[in-house]
């Protein structure tokens, strides 16, 4: 993992805690949560205020995380907000958290120059014991806190000026004024100053959790659906398996789930040429083959003059390859403006050329789903999956880790952003 690190393929773009006002905030946070201060001087922070050398330091990954549920958060700086979330159960972690801090923008820097935010993102479950205490999970509160009681100040002093606005005697009152002033203080303008984040309630969309081995669940006005590795998890018990789960493994009603309930973008030629997906997914597949039947060959050295010759000397096993086939049937198709005939294609073959709908609010979950079945697509599994990424990354052979890591730099690292549109939000179907 030492390669990943040093490329900031993990731990990437942490902010850098090393002045001693902000790790003497960061310990009276720690401090409220009932854990010890750290010794380090100088360690780097996640969006969630998540640290990997504090969590070495405490051989704990889950110090803000216990119990993997009601995750715990701490506010250093507001350009956090652009951070990534290093370590979580849930999917929706980050995405919840973007919300919380746009929506509290101006209320978070005003008190990050002050103080330390801490608190939680609360919801109806305080364990994960059953598949019920998933599935009841549909908003969450966030509870915000200061060590010095900045944000209960601040409420304090805003219901004391509407009193001193509206209350006809108040300039008389000594008593409030002296608080006023007191609290002014410690607070600031109020006025101009917003310092109570005010947007704490947020709708919690569909997810994936690393509970139970891995599972994705998806709520729908008629109902919740969970999809899981296993074809009986524990929770299931000795009944029927509900109507209600599925496993990952039955490709064909994932894929009709997806495609009924509006999450699945029609086949769209358009945007796998334009994009270049289509191209990525059928090289890096055959330098995949390469890497697992040749672990020792330098695959970033092939060139495409060379990608065609090792394709034409290894045609004999390449052409019973299903995915091989179908890619570059595709793309002969798609690079001719020809239909396609997916009559007896399977499930699993489809999801190698599909993506979410980029209108649907579940989009990023979806194509996380998706990614499932693409494993040799590795820039898209770290965009979107990175958990599956580095579990893949132990697998491959040196020389392939070499490659992944070059393809990363050039071409996601530069410009995420510009990945992610073309990926996942550009390229809508020309007759839309």
Not at 2 to 27: A, C, M, S, T, W
Not at 180 to 193: K, S, V, Y
Not at 225 to 231: F, K, Q, R, Y
Not at 380 to 399: E, G, H, I, L, S
Request: glycine share 6%; with cysteine.
């Amino acid at each position: 993992m030492e390669r990943l690190i040093r490329n900031k393929l993990i731990y990437g773009d942490l902010f850098l805690v090393d002045q001693p006002h902000l790790v003497e905030r960061y310990n009276r946070a720690l401090e409220a949560f009932g854990l010890k201060p750290t010794e380090l001087m100088g360690f780097g922070i996640d969006a969630m205020g998540f640290s990997p050398e504090i969590a070495a330091e405490f051989e704990d990954d889950l110090y803000l995380n216990p119990f993997g549920i009601n995750r715990r958060f701490i506010l250093l700086s507001p350009d956090q907000a652009r951070l990534p979330v290093v370590q979580t159960s849930f999917s929706s972690t980050a995405d919840l958290m973007q919300r919380f801090m746009a929506e509290n923008a101006e209320a978070l820097r005003v008190l990050t120059l002050k103080d330390v935010v801490y608190g939680e993102i609360e919801d109806s479950t305080l364990q994960v014991t059953g598949i019920d205490d998933l599935k009841s999970i549909k908003q969450v509160d966030f509870v915000v806190q200061t060590p010095d009681g900045l944000i209960d100040k601040a409420k304090d002093l805003t219901q004391l000026s509407a009193r001193f606005e509206t209350e006809k005697d108040a300039w008389r009152d000594e008593t409030m004024i002296a608080d006023m002033l007191a609290l002014a203080q410690e607070c600031g303008d109020i006025r101009r100053n917003r310092m109570i984040p005010e947007r704490l309630h947020f709708r919690h969309p569909s997810y994936w959790t690393e509970h139970f081995g891995g599972l994705y669940i998806f709520f729908d006005d008629d109902g919740t659906s969970v999809l899981g590795i296993d074809e009986r998890p524990d929770f299931l018990g000795d009944g029927p398996v509900p109507d209600w789960y599925f496993t990952l493994t039955d490709e064909r009603t994932v894929f009709q789930f997806l495609e009924s309930t509006g999450r699945l973008e029609p086949f769209n030629p358009h945007w796998l040429k334009a994009s270049g997906t289509l191209d990525r997914r059928l090289d890096h597949y055959v330098r995949f083959e390469i890497a697992q039947r040749e672990p020792e060959t330098d695959v970033a050295a092939i060139d495409g003059i060379g990608m065609k010759n090792w394709t034409n000397q290894n045609i004999g096993t390449l052409g019973d390859d299903r995915a091989f086939h179908f890619l570059s049937d595709i793309r002969k198709a798609v690079a001719n403006n020809r239909p396609v005939d997916f009559y007896g294609v399977s499930s699993g073959m489809r999801f190698l050329v599909h993506r979410a709908r980029p209108d649907h609010p579940d989009k990023g979950l979806v194509n996380r789903l998706i990614s499932e079945y693409v494993p040799f697509d590795f820039v898209t599994r770290f965009a979107v999956n990175k958990q599956a990424f580095y579990r893949d990354y132990q697998t491959y052979p040196d020389r392939f880790r070499d490659f992944v890591v070059s393809v990363m730099r050039s071409d996601y690292l530069p410009d995420r952003d510009a990945f992610w549109n073309n990926a996942f939000e550009r390229w809508g179907r020309p007759d839309a």
